[in-house]
Every structure is written in C-alpha cells, then in structure tokens.
C-alpha cells in the first residue's frame, strides 16, 4: 500500500469518525434535559422579541379571489373516527352545539344555525404549516371576540383553549385528543374566527368541519379542526389534586405538547 | 522596496481578535443551523416560488418511489428527474432505508424530528445574529471593512481584476507584499458573503414567519411570496455551502498551516523580497 493510499484511507476514517461523533453528540444533546431547557428557555425569548417588534394588532396579509388553491392541503386528521364525532357527522351535524364554558359569565351552547348569526367575518389568507408550505384560502365565520364578551368573561380569563372531536394519537392517558389555545389579545384580534364556511362552501371534513379556528399570522396547527367547546382559563399549565395535568400535557397544545412553540409565530 | 529590509521570512498581524473568534464561532453555528436547517426542509422536501405551494409541481423535490416493490430516491428539479437513492429522498442503512429528503449524516437531528430541529435553528440563529452583529459593529467602527474589504481603486482596474482572476484560475498566490493584504477576488467573495448572503439568510428566515409576515409584509412580497423566501433561503444556504468547499479548498492549497495559524493566533508569514548582497 502506498503512504498516498494509507493517507487518505486514515483521513477518510477520521473523517468518518469524526462526523459520526458530532452527530451522536448533537443527539445526545437534544436528549439532554439541561441542553433542551436551553433552547426552550431561548424559545421563550424568541417569543418576547417577535411580540417586541412586531405589532400584535396587525393583520395577517388578505389575498384576492385568484390566489385561492385549487390544492389546499388538509393535514393532521382528516377524517376523525371518534364515536362522538362519527354520530354528528351521520346526521349533517344538526345535533351539534359549540360549548362556551370556563372562566365566562354566562356558559352557552351554540347551534351550527346559531353561529352563522354571529357577528361574522371572511377573509382570504394563507396558511403557513409549520413543515414548510403554504396554501391560500377564504374563510368566512363567526368572530370570535364578539363571541367571548357574549359569554363574559371572568376577570381572571387569560387563555382560550380549543377542545377537539379528534384523537390524533392514541395514547392511554387520554392526551392525545387534539387542543389548541390562544391568550386573549389573539382571541380578540379581528381575523380569529371559528370559520364554518371554507372557499364559500361548507368546511368540508379534511379541513375541520363544522367549526374550525382561524388564526391568522400563526402557524398551521394553531387553527384547530372540530372545534367542539371552546373553555376560558386563567393558566394552560393547571395541575388537578393528583398533580396531573388538567389540559393536555400542559403546554398549551396538542403540537406544543410534544415539542413545538406555543405561540406559534415562527 | 526600501533597502533597509533584508529577505527572509516576516510575521504580520493579519486577524484581529475579533475576526478570529467570530470566524470560529461562525464555523460552528453555521454548521448546527446547514443541519438544523436540512431537518427541517425534510419535512417537507419540496420547494416552490411565489406565495403559495402547488403541489403538483414544485421546481425541486426530493421524493421516495418504489419500483418493482425496491423503494428509490427520486430528486427533480424543474422537469428533470434523477435517482438520487442513498442520498437524497430515501436512504439509511441496508434494511433500515426510509423516505427522507437529505440523509440522516447531514441532519440535527439524526432522527427526524422537527420540532427538535426547529429548536436548533433558532437558537442557533440568535447566536448567528448577534456573531453577525458584533463582527459589522467592530467592522464598521474599527475600520476593518473599509481597510482590509473594500476594493482600493488600482485593484478595480479591469487588467488588475484580469491579471487576478487569470494568476487565481492557475492557483498561483501573491506572495511578499502582495499577500499582506486581501487581492480583489478575496475581497468581492468576502463582501458578498458578509454583506449579501448572510444577511440574506436572516431576511429570508423571518420572512417565512407567519407573525413577523403581518407586521412586515412588504418584506417578504419583495422576494415574491413565502415560498420564494423559502426557496431563496434554501439557495442562499446552497450558496455558502459552495463558498465553504471553495474556501476550504483554497486554504489547504494556498499554504495550510500559515492560514489556519493566521486565523487562530492572527499571524501570517510573508516572504519578503529585500535587497540581497
């Protein structure tokens, strides 16, 4: 073997070596407790600084007809199998009624028919997923600011959560069913709707129906599907007297759960 | 050349400290957010331009089919396609193969998971800017930018540029006095990288943000949508993977050890050409 041949066989194995060893270490470091407090706690900071520079008043951009996608794609569930779920679906949803309970005045329970008379509002938007891609759409339903102070809302209410028909995984403590929140300055920003009508027509199944969020200038898991009950609360990271967790697994959200930003803006 | 210097070999200070270490620290974060950033595009492997993604027709993805029940990995880019199994689209060890964009070696993860991989990328990110930060400061102020990058006017005369690009494309370097300073190609690779793709890939980044999309929009509508902000984030990383391969290269070659000491403890040697007895 000649010293050229030797040489670079010995620089192809440090090499290999090498980056094996920086892979194991970035793995073992996401693994790590203290390393991914880290990056959370700096997930944190991300937060406070976009909410720093930008305006959390303003509007998402509003599209024209044209833009729509003729293939806008519907992601998470798209077909809920939850016994409760299928029961609504047979009938056309006529059974079904939108629960506003928690920290509010006055709990309602609100028909499909009921809702189309609320203060309602249709945009066109895009919605960005948070695996990269984007689709535009119009969306036209009950806003839900005008909603919230129909209930009232109790002067501890800090958050809105979005209770879901849909289990997106199944697990056994039950935290696999789908929820969402947001806190209040999102819930009563004019583009937070609880859509029931997609691209003028009826929100089909893949994209939520009946009731679906839209909250715009968030990513896509933010606007849950299958709304069933929307709950005001004082805090997302509630423990009962068994020190469990009331709402999911505490963070807020069935993708903040496992792993992905709360706020959602990036 | 004054008759007061003798040949031999010289040590010049040629990086100040505040060079070197945003240098280093640049060869790291650079590096975490290249990875961080492939996991992420492995969610979903597929590029468009405009606004919104047409799924049917993205000018670059990376997708796994399965022929004659043997998955492979197909890359297209606009209308050409190219079986790119082990690397791009599906790869893995025999037998434990899957459908993923880039290969697990160039991913942080190792493992897909997005959420993880988001987590990298912007931490690494503020790290990314504020390095930035601290280095145009220091560039701007100390006067490092305006002595040692830009251009001076005899090295902007189109036979100099010539004489260089044709002295560069035969890999000859300048050598004594010549090399005390950075030759005009150095200087407008260097410019582009600090001034141009950098930046680019922090704008690029942010206009992909649906929050930062709202306050800002005009900002990501000059890049014609989100999904050319994100394709243009993706070339820009291209761009600088392509600047690193040709630096690395082009370190080795052009006197390994004098570089890599110039850039760890800021002296360079140079050959001066004195007068000899």
């Not at chain 1, 697994?249 to 959602?264: L, M, Q």
Request: proline share 4%; with cysteine.
């Amino acid at each position: 073997m000649t010293v050229t041949t030797n040489r670079r066989r010995w620089l192809g194995l440090a090499g290999a070596g090498l980056s094996t060893l920086w892979l194991s270490a970035c793995d073992k470091l996401t693994a790590d407790p203290t390393f991914s407090g880290v990056l959370r706690k700096v997930e944190g900071v991300t937060m406070k600084a976009q909410r720093l520079v930008t305006d959390r008043k303003a509007l998402a951009k509003e599209f024209t007809p044209v833009n729509i996608s003729k293939d806008f794609r519907a992601n998470g569930t798209r077909f809920p199998t939850d016994e409760e779920y299928v029961a609504l679906l047979a009938d056309n949803f006529a059974g079904y009624k939108l629960v506003v309970d928690g920290l509010v005045e006055r709990p309602l329970e609100l028909t499909l028919a009921e809702l189309r008379q609320q203060p309602a509002r249709t945009q066109i938007t895009r919605h960005d997923c948070v695996e990269g891609w984007s689709s535009i759409g119009k969306w036209t339903g009950a806003r839900l600011g005008p909603l919230l102070d129909r209930a009232g809302l109790k002067p501890n209410a800090r958050y809105v959560v979005f209770h879901c028909a849909d289990t997106l995984e199944q697990t056994l403590d039950g935290t696999g069913k789908y929820y969402e929140s947001i806190d209040l300055i999102d819930a009563y920003h004019p583009q937070t709707i609880l859509a029931y009508q997609m691209n003028d027509a009826t929100l089909p199944v893949g994209h939520g129906a009946p009731l679906r969020l839209r909250v715009e200038r968030q990513l896509g898991y933010k606007h849950a599907k299958y709304v069933m009950r929307i709950e005001v609360v004082e805090k997302l990271d509630a423990v009962d007297a068994n020190g469990q967790t009331v709402l999911g697994r505490g963070r807020g959200g069935f993708w903040p759960d496992r792993g992905y930003e709360w706020y959602a803006g990036i | 050349m004054a008759d007061n210097v003798s040949s031999g070999t010289e040590f010049i200070q040629r990086h100040t400290i505040v060079t070197r270490l945003t240098h280093w620290l640049n060869v790291l974060v650079i590096s975490l957010l290249l990875m961080s950033g492939l996991q992420i595009f492995n969610a979903h492997p597929a590029l468009y331009w405009g606004e919104k993604s047409t799924f049917a027709d993205p000018w670059l993805a990376m997708t796994s089919v399965t022929v004659a029940d043997v998955p492979r990995g197909i890359t297209t880019v606009g209308d050409y396609q190219v079986e790119t199994t082990g690397l791009f689209g599906f790869s893995g060890k025999p037998g434990m193969g899957e459908a993923r964009g880039f290969p697990s070696w160039a991913t942080i993860p190792s493992y897909k998971s997005l959420a993880d991989g988001r987590l990298w990328h912007i931490f690494f990110a503020w790290i990314f800017v504020i390095n930035g930060l601290v280095y145009w400061l220091w560039g701007l102020i100390g006067g490092h930018i305006r002595r040692d990058m830009l251009p001076k006017r005899e090295q902007l005369k189109p036979g100099h540029i010539l004489h260089e690009v044709i002295t560069h494309a035969q890999l000859k370097f300048p050598k004594g006095d010549e090399a005390r300073t950075y030759n005009v190609i150095q200087k407008f690779t260097y410019l582009a990288v600090i001034a141009v793709i950098l930046p680019l890939m922090v704008v690029t980044g942010l206009c992909m943000s649906p929050g930062f999309n709202a306050t800002v929009p005009w900002l990501t509508d000059l890049f014609g949508g989100r999904q050319s902000a994100r394709t243009i984030h993706f070339i820009s990383a291209g761009l600088i993977v392509t600047f690193i391969l040709v630096h690395v290269v082009l370190v080795l070659i052009s006197g390994v050890w004098n570089n890599m000491r110039s850039m760890i403890t800021g002296k360079y040697a140079i050959q001066v050409q004195g007068d000899r007895p």
